[in-house]
């Protein structure tokens, strides 16, 4: 019975290990410059306006002559909504209480996406390139009383991708990459009883389990090239190869008898399946005063299928030990922008694009759990709201003298309302069935370039 009980705790806050607190499909950040930003990130692996192509394609350094920093911040403010109805169960078809038109506001915190890059030229041929920035992070933050903070309450993924890399360019006109990435990723997350529970105030405020300090370094590699098909048009593609972070972290419980293990600090891990991704871009200059990139980026979250953890304190049953079925989807990001060229000082932008969620329609059929109630539950969750998104963006550069400049972008991004259904059995068996209210948020950034 214990044994139920700490599975049902497993179960619920593993829900809550992603969301939409990022800005792309599933947990995936494409926020890596701010010129970038301007352009809504179309063929950001091609244009190399500066040294922050390097985040997407290696072989950018290639197009540098001199030493070339840059370096900036995205500040992101989400506005996440959920309203629904939440109804409580003795026994399937036995609900006991419902409370209605339950609102959760805002519940995606603001965050800060910093960035820096470096590329070195060594000869005609050769160069070397150096990144740093985040490609996946989340976080969400329900209030304490919210009444299914028993699936979803507080969840943070912080990410922190370096990557040093090296180009050969051929000829002038077609170079590679290929870099290295070094990426450390951080999480923390929790489920607890609502503090205002009043089927069982004993344990009101009690956290169901909570997964604290989870971090891992994992290594994996990027291969990029560019074609310069023209003088006036590049193409140019790249390739990031999964990542696979085995996150360690305290696993606890104040649900249950103490010590009990595996969940009385006891080491547990969890698998994180992050996606390989392929970028295409295409850019072309029309003329002195008028530029066009386009730009597609396959994400390959079907790998991403299930969250499951090995506790190595729990014995049989908990290796591995299943937390929920994900079943994302993989899916393309497509988008396009225009630069206009006033003058040698300024650069101004536009773009538009079209973002593929990774959160699956429908329902999964496959939860013992919500089926012994006859309750339908949809793949999307409160913690991935996740769904197709729209953005527009505006931005510009202005260059002081031929080695200082600065980038400016602004973007608004928003996306459909969705059908989102979930259920747990802990403390109590709780049907939260309702939808996202609002998913939409605000970008701006800036950066500094200087070239030696």
């Known amino acids: 019975m214990k044994k139920t009980i700490l599975r049902r705790a497993a179960l619920a806050a593993a829900i809550s290990t992603t969301s939409s607190g990022a800005m792309a499909a599933g947990f995936y950040l494409n926020e890596t410059s701010i010129s970038g930003l301007g352009r809504a990130f179309a063929a950001e692996n091609t244009v190399g306006d500066n040294a922050a192509i390097l985040a997407r394609n290696p072989a950018g350094s290639a197009l540098f002559d001199t030493i070339t920093l840059s370096g900036g911040v995205i500040y992101v403010n989400p506005e996440i909504d959920a309203e629904g109805d939440v109804t409580y169960f003795a026994a399937p078809d036995t609900p006991i209480a419902t409370l209605s038109d339950q609102k959760a506001t805002d519940y995606a915190p603001t965050a800060w996406v910093p960035n820096a890059y470096l590329a070195v030229p060594f000869n005609e041929n050769w160069s070397f390139g150096l990144a740093m920035y985040s490609n996946y992070g989340l976080e969400t933050d329900f209030d304490s009383d919210w009444p299914v903070t028993t699936i979803a309450d507080k969840t943070e993924l912080l990410t922190v991708n370096i990557a040093p890399s090296v180009a050969y360019d051929f000829n002038d006109q ?24 009043g089927l069982n105030p004993t344990v009101a405020g009690a956290d169901i389990l909570s997964y604290d300090d989870a971090d891992d370094w994992e290594v994996s590699w990027t291969i990029g090239a560019l074609w310069n098909i023209t003088d006036r048009t590049r193409f140019g593609i790249s390739y990031h190869a999964e990542l696979d972070p085995e996150l360690e972290g305290d696993v606890n419980s104040d649900l249950v008898p103490l010590p009990l293990s595996p969940f009385n600090d006891a080491k547990g891990k969890v698998t994180l399946d992050l996606p390989d991704t392929l970028e295409l871009g295409l850019y072309h200059r029309f003329n002195e005063n008028w530029g066009l990139a386009l730009g597609a ?33 993989s899916g ?57 998104r729209n953005w527009v ?21 928003w996306g459909d309302d969705e059908t989102i259904q979930e259920f747990t059995t802990v403390p109590a068996p709780t049907y939260f069935d309702g939808r996202t209210t609002n998913i939409e948020a605000w970008l701006a950034g800036v950066s500094l370039n200087y070239a030696f």
């Not at 077609?174 to 205002?196: E, H, R």
């Not at 699956?360 to 006859?374: L, Q, S």
């Not at 931005?395 to 031929?402: E, M, R």
């Open 297 to 329: 980026l396959w994400t390959d979250w079907d790998d991403f299928e299930r969250l499951e953890a090995f506790i190595p304190a729990g014995g049989e049953g908990f290796n591995p030990l299943l937390f929920k079925e994900e079943n994302f989807q």
């Open 393 to 413: 963006t505006i931005g510009g550069t202005y260059k002081f003298n031929n080695q200082l400049s600065i980038d400016g972008g602004l973007a608004y991004l």
């Open 174 to 197: 077609f170079s590679i990459g290929f870099a290295v990435n070094f990426l450390y990723a951080d999480a923390t997350l929790k489920t607890m009883v609502p503090t205002n529970f």
């Open 332 to 388: 393309w990001r497509y988008s396009i922008a225009g630069e206009y060229y006033p003058c040698e000082e300024v650069t101004l932008r536009i773009g538009y694009a079209y973002d593929e969620g990774a959160a699956r329609d429908g329902f999964n059929t496959g939860d013992a759990a919500a089926n012994a109630y006859g309750l339908p539950i949809t793949w999307r969750t409160l913690s991935i709201p996740d769904t197709d």
